[in-house]
């Protein structure tokens, strides 16, 4: 019997995805390496969607004219903001709802500059994990990375995360000789930068199964004081009851949640002695009945950033919640 293929065993050139990395700098070229790719598509009866931060997707806009109208046009600043998020909510959700036996061409841009050092990570991992969750699919997704203002590690990952490049200006595709998105995946699972132990903001609580409510209340009460309203606090009940119940189950029957405040975002985490070994999980759209398998995709579906940390001796999940 044949095993079935790893997330990052070697891909088969005979690979329908396409998941190129298009080099640039400056507005001429974006514009020159983005919309013949758009226009090419809707030439072919393609489905095409753009999910960009807002200012680039005004110039894409801009440039199309009218063939905009036929263009899923997204500004990734909200539609992407958790990394987490776009693999289900912004890629999947396009592609899966489009007819059967069609390509569909996506222009992703994930990472710009202003991503924060806590969100990077995430972008990180995500450009590598869109190899795994879209391995054997009529698909080319095309992510644009800015060479004159993005760093060069960010640039570097980007070649290790795309099994092919378009450099600036070179106009054709090339094999990344770098391309390596399990080691993307593995370095960036980093231990997460320490919260504060204790103080007159912080909740800091071990539970199990009996006790899950009332952490839970807890929480809320917490939250609140810490300036969430409203939806903000209503996705933070779910985030802890999906997390909490998550490590009951599968993390060994008992974890830890903390709660604080910092740098603007109320900040939600839970550690356990599971371990996640599935490197898309969270990030599969839920399938229609089906039962169980949605805690960490409802996490990343309502959280404005989530990181994960996961070893051998237990996993940490800690979701970042913007008041407003």
Known sequence: MTAPAGPFDPVHPADPFDHPALFYSGTAQYLAGTVPFIRDGLAAGEPVAVA????????????????ADAVRLLDMREAGR??????PGVLRAFADAQPPGRRVRIIGEPIWVGRSAA??????????????????????????????RLTEDVL?????THPVVIPVGAGGKRASTAYDPEQVVARYNQPLPPGPAFGPGVLSVTFAEESLSSVRQLTTVQGSRLGLTGVRLDDLALITAELTTNSVIHGGGTGRLRLWAENGHVLCEVSDRGRLTDPLAGRRPA??????????????????????????????????????
Request: hydrophobic letters at 40%; glycine letters at 10%.
């Open 287 to 324: 399938r229609h009945g089906m039962r169980g398998g949605r805690g960490l995709l409802m996490v990343n579906l309502l959280a404005d950033l989530v990181r994960v940390h996961s070893t051998p001796a237990g996993t940490t999940v800690r979701c970042y919640l913007e008041p407003r």
């Open 156 to 160: 570097a990952d980007a070649h290790a």
């Open 52 to 67: 960009v931060p807002g200012e680039n997707l005004r110039l894409i806009r801009d440039e199309l004219g009218a063939d």
């Open 82 to 87: 958790n990394p987490g998020r776009i693999i």
């Open 119 to 148: 969100e990077y990570p995430a972008c990180a991992q995500h450009e590598a994990l869109i190899n795994a969750a879209f391995r054997g699919r009529e698909v080319t997704i095309l992510c644009p990375y800015d060479t004159s």
